[in-house]
């Protein structure tokens, strides 16, 4: 290893204070998001007079979009730049948020605002990944990309839930955003001052990869290669279900009479069990068949959209909230590690950035789609019919995928794929 690494080794133990402040980071880049999660459709009412549900989740769209930009922009920034000059510029990019939200004069400047929000969450959330797979190596990555998605998906449904008890005491005009200052500045000087670039050690670990180089990496991750293909698909159609909740749940709940209190609440559960779930998933996905896992949390996901829709009050869609956590939780951290263990190191990067761009293009389809349907269609049916298309993810890569790791059910092995 070049005498100049400042890694001497991989490992989650052996970088544990790098390591730590990489997820506190992330924390921070996913609060940034979740001051939004619950607050908007009630600021866009109260403050814009934004009511049609298509022009609501045009924010979404707008965010969504630019994400998947800069997700793929990420791979090829980092093959020019450090690491850290990545996360840095993510971090620049998100600061004027907070601010134009606070102020924004009409509804456009909003849209401009999630423009640049996707533009800090694709560049920042991509490199702490990454940054990530550089330290720990292949030995506990599942278990890496499960703290560092707890992290980020905990701060989004706590940040959430703050933002609803500011609403509720302050009104959501302007003080829901507050918060979104002190985690931009503090993002930004925990990045300036503290991280430290691991570029070197994803250029170490090239030395010992066995992995041959993919000489059309852009086909195989984003649909060709059997796993890879499939986890970019499932990321898609998981996001698509992720932005329809975004844009319509607290639409939906504040229609079926529920206050914005009790609707940050409900919503909040959502992201949080999300984030908490990580923790086991990730590990899990490090002892057991990734394929499986992934199946079975789409097919949770697929459980909750149902159960949403049914009759029974506030338990019932509590319970369904919980599912759709789960299975969320399930798959986030596993769909990152079934992309980095099956690349080189010196191309990770790039083949993180293309999954990554894929999966937040789901955002995209599922506010536009959804902000469609809702217009024709009642909510209920739009839950049900992206509940159908979610099912069917789980089922592609139960067909698709292979295992390298222990079934939980009898199933191919890699060597005997389907051809699909």
């Known amino acids: 290893m070049a005498k100049n690494n400042p890694y001497p080794q991989q490992g989650l133990a052996e970088n544990k204070l790098q390591f730590a402040l990489l997820v506190l980071t992330n924390a921070f880049v996913g609060a940034m998001v979740g001051l939004e999660r619950a607050v908007m459709p009630d600021y866009a009412a109260s403050r814009f007079e934004v009511s049609t549900t298509t022009a609501l989740l045009s924010f979404i769209a707008a965010f969504g979009l630019t994400k998947a930009i800069f997700n793929l922009l990420t791979g090829e920034l980092q093959q020019r730049f450090s690491r850290k000059q990545v996360l840095l510029l993510g971090w620049l990019l998100g600061l004027p948020v907070p601010f134009l939200l606070l102020y924004a ?58 933002a609803t008890r500011l609403a509720q005491t302050y009104g959501a005009a302007q003080a829901p955003f507050v918060p979104g200052i002190a985690f931009a500045v503090l993002g930004l000087l925990l990045t300036i001052f503290f991280i430290r670039d691991t570029t070197a050690f994803s250029k170490a670990e090239q030395e010992t990869s066995t992995l041959p180089p993919f000489r059309s990496l852009w086909k195989d991750v984003s649909f060709r290669h059997f796993n890879m293909g499939s986890v970019t698909i499932n990321g898609f159609i998981n996001n698509l279900n992720d932005g329809v909740l975004w844009g319509l749940l607290p639409v939906w709940l504040l229609s079926q009479g529920y206050s914005i209190a009790t609707t940050g609440l409900l919503t ?35 459980g909750g959209l149902g159960l949403l829709v049914l009759p029974g009050g506030t338990w019932m869609v509590a319970g369904a909230l919980v599912l759709l956590g789960l299975g969320t939780g399930l798959v986030y951290p596993n769909f990152l590690t079934v992309i980095a263990e099956n690349l080189p190191p010196l191309q990770r990067a790039h083949g993180l950035s293309y999954y990554r761009f894929w999966r937040d293009l789901g955002y995209v389809g599922g506010a536009l789609g959804a902000g469609l349907l809702a217009d024709f269609l009642s909510l209920p049916t739009v839950f049900l019919l992206v509940g159908l298309v979610t099912t069917g993810g789980g089922f592609l890569a139960s067909y698709r995928m292979c295992c390298t790791f222990k079934l939980l059910w009898r199933s191919h092995t890699c060597t005997e794929a389907a051809a699909f």
């Open 105 to 162: 004069p009409h509804w456009w400047v909003v849209v401009a605002a999630n423009v640049l929000l996707g533009m800090n969450q694709g560049l920042a959330w991509s490199s702490t990944v990454i940054m990530k797979v550089d330290l720990v190596g292949s030995r506990n990555r599942g278990l890496a990309m499960g703290i560092n998605e707890f992290a980020g998906y905990l701060a989004v449904g706590g940040a959430g839930y703050f």
């Open 268 to 302: 909040a559960i959502y992201p949080t069990v999300w984030g908490i779930s990580q923790l086991l998933a990730g590990k899990l996905g490090d002892q057991y068949c990734k394929k499986q896992l992934i199946s079975i949390g789409m097919w949770l996901q697929a």
